[in-house]
């Protein structure tokens, strides 16, 4: 599956993460930013577009209605930030720390995890087309009543992670490892698993296999 990569400038001039707050919108575009930290803070409605954020923390951060368009974030830390009613598009995470943020009622599209760690987000009531969970810890993640299309989890930690009223059909993790999922048999239908995937479902569901 083919991903839309952030269309950004070849260049992009050096800026802080605080220089947000220098406009009377919060508007940020067009820098890279670097080592910048933003934990704790409470901002609505911030606009990032076209620009890289590295090695920078935004731990507890309240983002809520937060718009990211064509933005590359490295080595970040998010960790407990609150980013319900997101949009978030073509946007890539790489080696990024995501635990335990809030994600839900958001709506993703070309959007990459690669490398990240995502235990217990949460998605719930989000809208997803074409998402692409790379090598990539997601134990314990909830995606409750999630519209999803077009997604990949390649090789990542599934174990925990909650599907309760959301339709797999077509979605693929089977190069994915886990013990258990929360997940219906009507809503498992048309998932792409492996071999051993199918047999540890024929398990959970109650069958005796010989």
């Avoid at 083919?2 to 802080?16: A, N, S, T, V």
């Avoid at 719930?124 to 999803?148: I, P, R, T, V």
């Amino acid at each position: 599956m083919k991903i839309d990569k952030p269309k950004l400038p070849r260049e992009l001039p050096l800026g802080k993460f605080q220089d947000i707050y220098s406009e009377e919108d919060p508007y940020l575009h067009g820098v890279e930013v670097e080592k910048s930290f933003f934990d704790h803070e409470t901002i609505d409605r911030v606009q990032l577009y076209g620009m890289v954020i590295k090695n920078s923390t935004f731990q507890h951060t309240q983002f809520r209605h937060i718009d990211i368009t064509d933005v590359h974030f490295e080595n970040c830390d998010l960790s407990n930030a609150n980013l319900s009613n997101a949009s978030i598009h073509r946007v890539t995470f790489s080696n990024c720390k995501l635990l335990g943020v809030q994600l839900a009622e958001s709506r993703f599209g070309n959007v990459l995890f690669d490398h990240c760690l995502l235990s217990m987000c949460n998605f719930g009531e989000s809208k997803m087309e074409k998402l692409h969970f790379k090598d990539s810890n997601l134990s314990n993640a909830d995606f409750y009543h999630c519209a999803m299309k077009k997604t990949l989890y390649e090789r990542c930690d599934l174990d925990g992670v909650s599907f309760d009223r959301t339709a797999l059909k077509g979605i693929d993790i089977s190069s994915s490892d886990f013990q258990s999922l929360t997940v219906s048999p009507d809503e498992l239908r048309g998932c792409i698993v492996s071999e051993r995937q199918a047999l540890t479902f024929a398990a959970m569901l109650g069958l005796d296999i010989k």
